[in-house]
């Protein structure tokens, strides 16, 4: 068995069942705690848990967490897009990225047609509702939706006018579920 506040390696055995129950980054098998990742030790005598905690835990999304996406595909009733980073931290994701988007997920106003909000390509902030089966988002919040967006003929960079977005080049316009700082937000 190892000391408290030890550098442990997953495998190691750590603590007995006895007088230890396995929590964060430990499990137990046939009465016996081992670590299930690389870190420190901690035997909690107040609570009776062993845990091991890394000093680099892994990047993963929750229920809950603000993301910014690409959406890459537009179907029926739904949106796909890849999260490329979680709001407030500047590491990669140690987790599934890809996401739907369903159709009654994207704005608090109807919508039953997925490619008036939203178009493959575009730059969006959405909210993980969860996470299990698969990772699910939603953009239904004021300051959630598309936050950059290129104009699909010419991929100029389009501009919020309105409640749409114009193209300063080619003179398209479009209506997208924008978030409440289009353009305001440095990538």
């Avoid at 603590?15 to 705690?33: H, K, M, Q, R, W």
């Amino acid at each position: 068995m190892m000391a408290d506040s030890e550098m442990v390696f997953p495998g190691d055995e750590v603590a007995v069942e006895e007088e230890y129950l396995a929590s964060d980054g430990t499990f137990a098998e046939n009465g016996i705690v081992y670590a299930s990742q690389i870190g420190i030790l901690e035997l909690d005598d107040k609570d009776c848990v062993a845990r091991v905690i890394t000093p680099n835990p892994p990047n993963i999304l929750a229920e809950g967490d603000i993301v910014y996406a690409i959406v890459a595909d537009i179907r029926n009733t739904m949106a796909t897009a890849d999260v490329v980073a979680k709001d407030g931290t500047e590491r990669g994701l140690g987790c599934e990225t890809y996401a739907t988007i369903h159709v009654s997920k994207i704005s608090p106003k109807y919508t039953d047609d997925v490619s008036k909000e939203l178009r493959k390509g575009d730059y969006i902030r959405a909210k993980v509702t969860g996470v299990k089966p698969s990772l699910q988002l939603t953009t239904k919040d004021d300051h959630l939706g598309v936050i950059r967006s290129l104009c699909y003929k010419c991929k100029t960079e389009l501009e919020k006018k309105g409640e749409g977005l114009y193209c300063p080049e080619c003179k398209y316009s479009a209506t997208r579920k924008l978030a409440d700082d289009y353009g305001d937000v440095v990538l």
